[in-house]
Each structure stands twice: as structure tokens, then as C-alpha cells.
């Protein structure tokens, strides 16, 4: 068992409309069990998140979207992941070919990590093109030394609020494949591609999304201490063309002792939709037709740092953190929406500080959304180590 | 040992004891009481039943004479005589028992001292009596929509001389005020004694009655009234599936063609004959899923001479407003309503189409064209396949990069378009070519949307948030040379006005409004045609994309259509708002 939950205050320089705004919320409230049985060949994991609760109408965050929100970072459902993996080595204890078998309510192997445990406090704005989350997923993997394939069928519908579950209808509907070499140790390269069809409208009546993503991650030492480093890049078409958008984003991290300091940069391009009269941070759902009002870009660079307090006898963790971003948006292409009409201006500071509390094994530090052999790869003791024992 | 025979004699004695004392006609009763005759008599409430007979008889089972019986009414509140009679020579006694005044079941008994079997008792069934009187029982007093039927029945209820209700009474119903008319001109009175009866309003507003009359009855005729207001009445909702859904409709003949994205094009009866629909009860004709779907828009031509076989659709594919589009014009061969088909389309690249106007006198389509423009297109005599063969002009009013044009209407020889971006254009079309007679860039605080014309004015609508967001109908004169801006409707808390028409007689504006707590069906009264004032609203809270007006059998229509999340054909009456 594991958990972790977040205090934060955050305050943005400029909001639809103009003017400031700062808000103390608390964010990723989670708990999180993970189990085994079998020496590790039957797996389990399950995370939940009260976001719903402490966040129903978004998290004030810059350049975010996705799921109805804009400007705000949506909540996320109940069950964030609820997964089974069965795992299974090819030719005994020391073959070199390892197959799995995943299914449930989870992330697609799909892109990058869940920035929930990344780098940065505030999430980036590509978290949809570059994740895929809360489906019904069925994962098949296979793993041969430093080579993993992993495919996936679920769901294209995304969740419209925090209590509601994948649309079972549309199970199969969608799917995606990831290749990943890992040619030393603690170096991932990694290319995916998905086909989801109408994400953002439950029916399944509104565009598909053709998602190509590639992202090279570095996780390991350097002079002593640990560094963590991932680029990646990905394009998104959608309406067969109709829009495409593109995203960047780089960022590290680097510990010396207890401090963590880390850099984010990201320019990331995102659709602009009409918006709810009366919130201004809501997008109007479910969709009427297939038009966006336009593109933007948001290029952000964030800098921050946190540090690890873990007392000796202690089961919580704490690690307050203080974050800066500077963030710029341009409009890109035809379209009416122009952000410097929107929000009377085109640049945003936005600083946040606060504590997250954590416990239990890899409370902040989990891999989110890895499943089967990718989790194998990550924890390669896992079913040693962990959980449930047979 | 030596208590038990004392034990023993003891339970004789309780024994014995408990046998005398079990019932006073036990079987120690001298004689005994039986019922004769009048069990179960019917009859109405007040009425006189046949006797009341039985009998005594002794311990030998002989008739008794000169034995004491007491008669008297258990329930209904009747009355017996005598109530007391000692019996005959036969051993009989009788009374006369008479029903007391509540309908239902009455009961009188007999009885006799030390006789088995007493009392005897008599059950009688009480119906109510001749109705004498006749009063209101609801729906009196009313409030409704003028020309549409009251939301509740009036009811008049048919009593007896003792208030007990009286079934089968036929009941006259007449109107006497307002001109409105009685769903039936006589009713018949139910088991609760209740006769109903729908009063539907006249066209005036104020007080309106009707009477109800049953000749020699008190109370008879009853008066009700009920007042008439002028508004927006809901006739009925057609469901669409949620694919998204509805976006506009084109009505003519009695025939509704739903505009429905994925789902197609739905043809509904809703007053031609063909299926027996009328506006309150839509038939289902047929559908067709045009090429692509995202079916937007649609114009049932008929051609000069007679013909009405094409139905020209409007397929609206993903764009950004304001920059690019997409999207083709499909042709469908509704010769068959039965079985519509899609024999053509036209296809203009880098662009997609929006609403259409058909100027059928001379056989041209003019199609709004988002960023292409305004596209003109000859749709005479029998269409090809690819109708880009027949596209006779195009223009963009604003210029490239400044032109996405939602709507176009022909009217008194200009054609007039409304560009979301440059404004509102006065178009010349002439030989077959367009030219800029006049406007443009004359909204520049808000997006323009839909457009119509009438007479000396015209309305356009606007849309989502420019510098100002779009809650505003303009009003322009019109005439020679560029429109003039002569007044601007704001409704608060709406984001956009998305459609917008004008009845044919040139009295009331229509527009639909979307996003936000005023979204919905607005209508205006233009007895000023340049300062429309507001008459009536009726709320959506998913808003309204599109109201389109049609008159059907003599009464005014607006055929609007709801937004997801539940998309669906709402139909309205607005007759009562015309003067």
C-alpha cells in the first residue's frame, strides 16, 4: 500500500479575461496496492484518486485542457487504475523472452508516464496527446532483453467526469502499439502510435485521433547523484487531417542529497473550443459539430525544487516543493481565437508552492500506467519484493 | 391417592358450569329466529324495499305466535317500521325498511329474546337516486397558451338529491366566450358521477368560457372560465440519437427533413398526409446517411415547373471558425420519400459549406461557403453527379483570409450574406456572376451568425465571444446601396444567437440562443420592424441550434433543435403571439 496527496497554492499571473488569480487546492489525493501471487506472475495494481472530491471544477494550471476542462487541469476518475497482469517467461527461469498479458481499467502503453510522478508540480499541457488514460485496456506485451513491444486494445472514449467509467460499448474500438529498446541500463528510447477513435465524444461520433509519439528517458547517475532526463515529441491528427498538433517537451531532474532541482521545457500547440458563458474554464460538452476556434502554442519553461524530508521511524514522507513557470502563448494557423483578445495578453507567470505527503514504497516515485513486462522492467523484483507472496 | 376422586369431581362441575354459561342461544334456547324473505334487495337511496319477513319458531320447531321481534337499522341511515312486532299466527314478522340516503351497502336485523339464530340480518343494496343537481369539479379557472388546449380537462360532477354521485348523465358542452372550441360537445358522466371535457383556447388573449349543461338539474349550466395568454406553446418532442445530433430542419409541404449529423437526414409527416403526422404527433417517413455524414442543413427544391425530386444537403466537416473548413454539398433524389438516395455532390476544395438559399425562380443555389465564400451553383433541369459542372460563380465578400460566411439569402434581387468575420455583405448576382453591392466589416465587435430578410430590414445574428460576446440580433434597413444599421437586440446570458427567421408576414422574429441560462426559443414582435420588442421565450437549457418556422394547417410552427446531450426536434405553436 501506498498514498500520497498534495497541499498546494498556486497563483497565475493571467486568466481568461485577464486579471490574476491564486488558488490553494488540495491535489492527488491517491492511494495506491499493489499485489502479487505466483513469484510475481500474476499481478495487481490499483490506484485511487479523490480528485473528484477536492478538485470537481479543476486544478488552476497553465495552458492546460483536455476532458471539458481548459486552462484548469481536469480531475481525475475515482479509479485512476484498477489492473491485473499476468506474466509468463518463455523457455523456464532463464529464458529471455517474458510475455504478459494485462487487463482492466488503466493507462495504454502509450507515450510517456503519467506526469502525476514526473518532474514537475504543474502538469504539462500535452497530457493528452502524449498519455492515454483511464480506459478498459487489454495489454499484450513481449519483452526480450533490451527489446519490448507492447500492444493495446480499449476504449476511445475519454472520461467526462470523475465518477464515470470507460464506455464498454466501445471496448476495441481503439488501439495502440509501443516499441522499447533499452540498450543500457537506465537509457529508454521509445516510439508509439495510436489510433482513438472519438476520444471527446462518448457516442462515438466526433473525430479520430492518429497519435505518433517518441520520447528517449535517462534515469540514472551522474557525478554521484541522480539524474533523471526524458525528451519527447509527438504529433496528433485529427478529422484525417483536418487539425494536427504537434508537442516538445523536455525535463530533468537532479538530486544532490535530500534536494531535488528540476527543469521543464515544453511547447506543446492545443485546440481552442467555445467555452461555457458563464465559467469561462469549461468547454462545451458534448460536442455540436467539429470545429475548434482555433490553435494555440504554449511554450513553458518551469523551474523548480523540492526537498525529502523522511525521518528515521517515521511512515510519512514530506517533500515540499516550490515551483516557477514562464509561459507564452501564440496563436497558430486560422482559427478566430487569439489569446492575446482572451486574456488580454499572451505571457503567464505562474508560481506554486506547497507539500506533498507520501507513504509506503514508491509512493512518489512509481512509474504510473506500467503494466506487465513494462513493469517488469522497472521492478524486476517486483514479485520478489512486493506485495502478496504464494 | 386420596385426593384424586375429589379432583375428579371438580372437573365435572367446571365442566357442567362452563356448559351453562357458553351462549344465551345455546342449546338450551327455547326457540329459534330464521330469516323469511327481503335478503338482498336493491334499490335507490331513499327507496322503500319489499318487507322484511322472518320467522319463530319454538323447541319443537313449530311457528310461534306472539313472540316480541325488534327491528332496527344496523348501517346507511335508513329507517324501519315497526320497530317492534310480535309474530303472527305463522310465526312471521316483517317491516318495511327504507334506504337511507349514502349509496352502497345498507343493513337492517331483527331480533328476539332467547331465540337461536338472533338477530337476523338483512343486507340491501342502496344505487344513487335520479341526478338533481350538478356542479364543478376542476379545471375551472385556467391559465393557457391561446389557441392551444388547457393543460387540465374541466369536469363537472352529476348528483343525486343526496349528493351521491350519478353515472350516465350525458353532459352538453358549448363554448360561450373566446372562440375556442370543446374536444367533444357532450360528455358522459363516469362511475364518481364525473363528466370531462378539453377546452381549447381561442386565438385572443383574455378571459374565455365554456358551459356545461344538463336541462333540470340545479346548478345547471356551469360557467367555466379560464384566461388566454399569448406565448410559446411545446406541441412535441421527436428524440435523435445522440450522433451529436440535430442541427437544423427544413420544413415544407407537412414534410420535416432533420438535419442530423451521423444519423443522416430523417424525414418526418408532420402534416403533409403522406404517413397521417401532424406537428403534434411527427410520422416517420424514411432517413438517408449522405456521403460522409455530419449531415448540417437541407432545401427541398421545387422547380419551376412542378418537379420536387432533389433535396440538397449540407454536410459540415471539422474546421476552425473563422479560418478553414470543410464539408460538401450531397444531392439526394427524394423522388421516393420512401427511399431517398444520394445521386450527386459538388465539392469545393479548401472549403466547406454551411446554409443554403435556393432562388427557385431561376434555378440557382447559393450556398454559404465558411472561408470559400458564397458559391452559386445552377441546379436546372436533371443534376449530374458531380455538380462542380454546374458552379456558375463564387465570391469571398471579405477577401481571403477575411471571409467565412454562415449564411446567404436571396432578397428583392440582391443576395445578401452574413460572414462571421467581415460582416453583413449585399451581394449583386447578375449573368451569372457575383459582385459586391455594398456592407462588410461593419460588426467588428462581434461574430456574425445567421441572417434573414423582410420587407425593408434585415436580422442577423451573432456568435461566441469577439471583443464582445454574442447575445445581439442586428437590425439593418436595406434597400439601395449598403445596409444600414438601425438598432441591436441584447439578450443577457446567452452566448450566441444561432439562427434567426422572420414569419412569413413579416410579424414576428424568431432566433434561437445558445450557451448559457437565456438559451432557448425568443421570439419578437416587429410591429416596429426596425425595433423589435420582446414577446415571449421558452428556455432550453442546452440551447436551441436552429428554429425554423413553418405554417401548418393555419398555425405557426417553429421547429427548433435541441442540443446534446438529449438532441431531439422540439416543435412549438407561436400562433398565439401573432396579432
Known sequence: MAGQATVAGTWVSRVPHGGSLTEVRVVRPMLMGRGSLFGGRLRGVASLDGEGWTIPNGELTVGAWGEGFVDRRHPHTYFHELMVSGLERIGGPEGRVQVSLSAGKGFVAFGSDDPMNRVTFRYPVNHHWSQILERAVLIGGVAAGAVMVEGSLFNGDEPEEPGQWPNMDRFGDSWAARLTLMPVRGLEVAGSYAKVHSPEHREGAGLNDYKVHAMARWDGMAAGHPLYAMVEWARVEEGEGAFVYHTMLAEGAYEIGPTRLYYQLERTERPEEERVLDTKWRTIRPHLDNSTLGTTRWTINTVGAGREIHAEGWPIQVRPFVEASFARATKVGAGVFDPEVWYKGTDFWSVSAGVTLAFGPHALDHRMGRYGVAEQADHPHAGEMEGMHE | ?579
Open chain 2, 1 to 579: 391417592m386420596s385426593r384424586q376422586p375429589v379432583t375428579i369431581a371438580l372437573l365435572t362441575a367446571a365442566i357442567a358450569l362452563m356448559g351453562a354459561c357458553g351462549s344465551d342461544n345455546g342449546p338450551n334456547a327455547s326457540r329459534s329466529i330464521e330469516m323469511q324473505s327481503g335478503d338482498d334487495q336493491t334499490g335507490a337511496v331513499g327507496e322503500e324495499l319489499a318487507p322484511l319477513v322472518v320467522r319463530v319458531l319454538d323447541a319443537n320447531d313449530a311457528p310461534e305466535a306472539n313472540v316480541e321481534v325488534t327491528w332496527a337499522v344496523v348501517s346507511g341511515g335508513g329507517s324501519i317500521i315497526p320497530t317492534t312486532v310480535l309474530t303472527d299466527g305463522g310465526g312471521l314478522a316483517s317491516a318495511t325498511f327504507t334506504l337511507g340516503p349514502d349509496a352502497g351497502n345498507q343493513q337492517a336485523r331483527a331480533s328476539a329474546a332467547e331465540a337461536d339464530g338472533s338477530p337476523v340480518s338483512f343486507h340491501a343494496t342502496a344505487m344513487a337516486g335520479p341526478a338533481t343537481q350538478m356542479m364543478k369539479s376542476g379545471g375551472d379557472g385556467q391559465t393557457g397558451i391561446a389557441g392551444s388546449p388547457l393543460a387540465q380537462p374541466y369536469s363537472a360532477v352529476i348528483r343525486d338529491a343526496f349528493d351521491n354521485p350519478v353515472a350516465g348523465v350525458e353532459v352538453a358542452w358549448a363554448v360561450t366566450s373566446g372562440g375556442g372550441s370543446v374536444s367533444s360537445p357532450t360528455s358522459t358522466s363516469d362511475a364518481a358521477g364525473i363528466a370531462r371535457v378539453t377546452h381549447t383556447l381561442g386565438a385572443a388573449a383574455g378571459p374565455q368560457t365554456v358551459t356545461a349543461t344538463v336541462e333540470g338539474l340545479t346548478g345547471s349550466p356551469l360557467t367555466f372560465s379560464s384566461n388566454a395568454s399569448v406565448g410559446i406553446r411545446l406541441v412535441t418532442t421527436v428524440g435523435v440519437t445522440a450522433n451529436y445530433g440535430l442541427h437544423d430542419t427544413f420544413v415544407r409541404d407537412g414534410l420535416a427533413f432533420l438535419c442530423a449529423w451521423n444519423t443522416g437526414i430523417l424525414i418526418y409527416d408532420v402534416g403533409n398526409g403522406f404517413k397521417g403526422g401532424s406537428p403534434s404527433n411527427p410520422q416517420f417517413v424514411s432517413s438517408v446517411v449522405t456521403g460522409g455524414g455530419k449531415v448540417h442543413n437541407a432545401w427541398w427544391y421545387h422547380s419551376p415547373l412542378g418537379a420536387k425530386k432533389y433535396l440538397f444537403v449540407g454536410e459540415e466537416g471539422p474546421g476552425s471558425i473563422g479560418g478553414t473548413s470543410s464539408g460538401d454539398i450531397h444531392l439526394v433524389d427524394v423522388s421516393n420519400l420512401s427511399s431517398p438516395v444520394e445521386v450527386g455532390s459538388y465539392h469545393l476544395s479548401g472549403a466547406g459549406t454551411h446554409n443554403f438559399w435556393v432562388d427557385e425562380v431561376n434555378q440557382v443555389l447559393f450556398a454559404a461557403y465558411y472561408n470559400g465564400g458564397v458559391v452559386a451553383l445552377d441546379i436546372s433541369g436533371s443534376l449530374p453527379a458531380n455538380l462542380a459542372t454546374r458552379e456558375l460563380d463564387r465570391i469571398q465578400p471579405g477577401g481571403a483570409g477575411n471571409t467565412y460566411v454562415w449564411g446567404v439569402m436571396q432578397h428583392q434581387g440582391a443576395v445578401y450574406a452574413m460572414d462571421m468575420v467581415s460582416g453583413f455583405w449585399k451581394l449583386g448576382f447578375s449573368g451569372g456572376s457575383f459582385a459586391i453591392a455594398g456592407g462588410g466589416n461593419n460588426v467588428p465587435e462581434r461574430y456574425g451568425s445567421d441572417l434573414w430578410l423582410h420587407g425593408s430590414h434585415a436580422y442577423t445574428g451573432t456568435w461566441g465571444f469577439r471583443a464582445a460576446q454574442g447575445n445581439a440580433v442586428k437590425v439593418w434597413q436595406v434597400g439601395a446601396g449598403a445596409p444600414v444599421l438601425v438598432d441591436s437586440v441584447i439578450t443577457e446570458l446567452i452566448g450566441t444567437v444561432s439562427d434567426v427567421q422572420v414569419t412569413d408576414d413579416g410579424q414576428l422574429l424568431v432566433f434561437s440562443a445558445e450557451n448559457g441560462a437565456n438559451a432557448g426559443l425568443h421570439v419578437y414582435s416587429l410591429a416596429d420592424p426596425a425595433h423589435p420588442t420582446y414577446l415571449a421565450k421558452y428556455l432550453v437549457s442546452t440551447g436551441l441550434h436552429t428554429a425554423t418556422i413553418s405554417v401548418i394547417d393555419g398555425k405557426t410552427y417553429v421547429f427548433g433543435a435541441r442540443n446534446p446531450s438529449s438532441p431531439a426536434l422540439m416543435i412549438f405553436d407561436i400562433s398565439s403571439l401573432l396579432p
